[in-house]
């Protein structure tokens, strides 16, 4: 049978019932099929551009980087992701840790840590370790499934191995204002993600 071609005043015009659209429209689209996940649902970001320093032993907040989430279910996962400039003192080689925390609790659980402190970089030197002025970026991110759709607050913490030592973020230990030293940004990024 022959295909009569439309057009003009021929033309069909309308609108499909949004019954007949699966999940409605594409503009109204809360939700993916069955089975189907990974769907971005909110982010939230927090940055950090003033210094901070710390010659705390044990994990200490970061102030500003920091960053609530409400996630909308209790399948979806929180995807963090950190990106941080730091520099340790030179003070006898004395090493900078960072970690995140999910509200009080640290996210790294390694494996039988012994005396060992569960951190993103533990045993790495936060910086220059010939008394330079350079400060690292560090970035790293990590998948929580929190299994609640309470308020969830991610943080990022630091701590030296000694209090001889200090942790800089955001600047360098030789903070000079001059042209060869630098400042820089940090950030927290949350990301929830469909179950």
């Known amino acids: 049978m ?11 015009s309308g609108t499909i019932p949004q019954g007949n659209i699966a999940n409605s429209s594409l503009g109204a689209v809360t939700a993916l099929p069955a089975g189907v996940g990974g769907k971005v649902l909110q982010v939230v970001q927090a940055t950090k551009t003033d210094t901070f320093t710390t010659n705390a032993t044990s994990f200490t907040l970061v102030t500003g980087l920091e960053a609530s989430i409400t996630p909308s279910a209790t399948s979806s996962k929180i995807f963090v992701t950190v990106s941080i400039m730091g520099q340790r003192s030179n ?47 560090y970035s790293f991110s990590i998948l929580n499934s929190p299994s609640t759709t309470s308020s969830i607050t991610y943080d990022v913490r630091v701590k030296q191995i000694s209090s001889s030592g200090t942790v800089y973020i955001n600047r360098v230990e030789d903070d000079l204002d001059n042209n060869i030293r630098g400042r820089g940004i940090s950030t927290i990024t949350l990301m929830e993600i469909a179950g």
């Open 91 to 137: 003070t006898n080689g004395e090493v900078g840790q960072i970690t995140i925390f999910k509200d009080s609790s640290n996210l790294i659980n390694a494996s039988s840590p012994g005396s060992r402190t569960p951190s993103i970089t533990s045993g790495v030197q936060m910086g220059d370790s010939n008394g330079d002025v350079n400060a690292e970026p």
């Open 2 to 12: 022959a295909i009569t071609r439309l057009g003009g005043a021929n033309a069909i």
